[in-house]
């Protein structure tokens, strides 16, 4: 099963997990699994059925908006990665 | 790529003798070294970032570097921000690293700016500079920094830290994807903690901090492959270091237009969060109705009358450990379980009675407190989205604000 691997700060969503495990053919099911295991996720990834344009998830080094987006194939060997929007510096 | 500095200034002996180790690398040699001297960096924040920024980049020979700051040093800085000690604490901190940097190498010129960066002072202060630093620890101020630099065509390294991971990249519109390409928009107000409410490991930062210093060197001298279209993040626990390829967005709202017709905008008003704490930004959502709040001597004086008032300590167990308040009708549930139980209520998932809302009465006044006081304020909001009734308050500037006005024998954190 592909892996997602998930950015500290939405770790409090997924059990402080930092690797999930997901089923699906695509980016897009691939999430909506990850959504369904830990449903307090979605709000944080999705706007309705749309992935807010702030989360950005790549799969290997590729970022997925440059490849086929939600619909981008995904292996069973494949890593998904959620790169996360942070900000501190100081 | 070709370098950014091409003009050269003349070495004296002493500095000849000082870079020596610079010299005997083909690399920098004598040519890379005047083209150092020459060059010129601006960097934004003398912080966690900015510290060993300001170390290498002055032992390095940069010319001329410059450093926008408003900030003094306190006791809570030096866990990471090692250009500043203890003889620092109460100084400003521009005034602190400069000291320190003409102590290692008293060949430089150091510029201080003792301003919050704004759009109305951005281009000016950019202006002179070679390359521009982003070491500052707020999303309005990214999106800033990121935007001044496409309109004046000048490379942004890029780092960025929380708790355990790091993030490192150059963004140069004239050469590949600038910030905006990455991240379009910013997170809603409160989705990522800042690094004063989540915590960041004192080392992180020197490791991204002396990255960022290197990608300055590589750019100046034009050797190497500058992280231009892509992205390193560090994982400090896993001590992982991953590449990413980032694209340049033909869509991108500020580097896909002519750079001379990017315009700086009002970046707390787009992010909806305050730049720094000098700000007079005030959320601009109509709608939000302020919440209710009580000073730490208010809350005192009426508990100690035996008002029947709950303490609600919205902080992470880790955080209670450090310090609680000495109140005996205080219950303790995080923030993050009152907004996921107010989640799965709200979609149906679970009733109230199933999650943690069951601990929270809904017939009496509850103060709400974390350390600072924007935590307990969001959890506010989380209950009058449950369907909480009650009278629910928010302890202005949290227990920090209660060790310092009510019992300064506490500790602060």
Known sequence: MPNIKIPTPLRPYTDNQSQVSVAGGTVGDALADLVNQYPDLRAHLFNGDELRNFVNVFLGDED???LDGLNTDVESDDQLRIVPTIAGGS | MLPLVNTVAELTNEEIKRYSRHLIMPEVGIDGQRKLKAASVLLIGT?????????????????????????????????????????????????????????????????????PLTSANALELFAPYDVIVDGTDNFPTRYLVNDACVKLGKPNVYGSIFRFEGQLSVFYAKEGPCYRCLFPTPPPPGLVPSCAEGGVLGILPGTIGTLQATEVIKLLLGIGEPMIGRMLLYDALEMSFTTLKLRKDPNCPVCGVPHDAVELIDYEQFCGMPAHD???????????????????????????????????????????????????????????????AKNALLAGRKLRDESVLAQIPDDREIALLCRSGVRSAASIRFLWEAGYKNRLVNITGGILAWA???DPSMPQY
Not at chain 2, 64 to 91: A, M
Request: aromatic letters at 4%; proline letters at 5%.
């Open chain 2, 404 to 406: 310092e006005e009510v």
């Open chain 2, 47 to 115: 912080g966690g970032l900015g510290s060993p920024l300001a170390l290498y980049l002055a032992a390095a020979g940069i010319g001329r570097i410059g450093l926008v700051d408003y900030d003094v040093v306190d006791e809570t800085n030096l866990q990471r921000q090692v250009i500043h000690g203890e003889s620092s604490v109460g100084v400003l901190k521009i005034e602190s690293a400069k000291r320190r940097m003409l102590d290692i190498n008293p060949h430089l010129q150091i510029d201080t700016y003792n301003v």
């Open chain 1, 64 to 66: 997925t908006r440059f």
């Open chain 2, 278 to 340: 000098h700000s007079n930004y005030q959320s601009s959502n109509g709608a939000e109705i302020p919440v209710p709040e009580i000073s730490v001597t208010k809350l005192k004086s009426r508990l100690d009358a035996g008002e029947d008032i709950l303490i609600l300590d919205v902080r992470d167990p880790h955080e209670w450990e450090i310090v609680s308040l000495p109140v005996a009708n205080t219950l303790q549930i995080p923030k993050g379980d009152i907004q996921a």
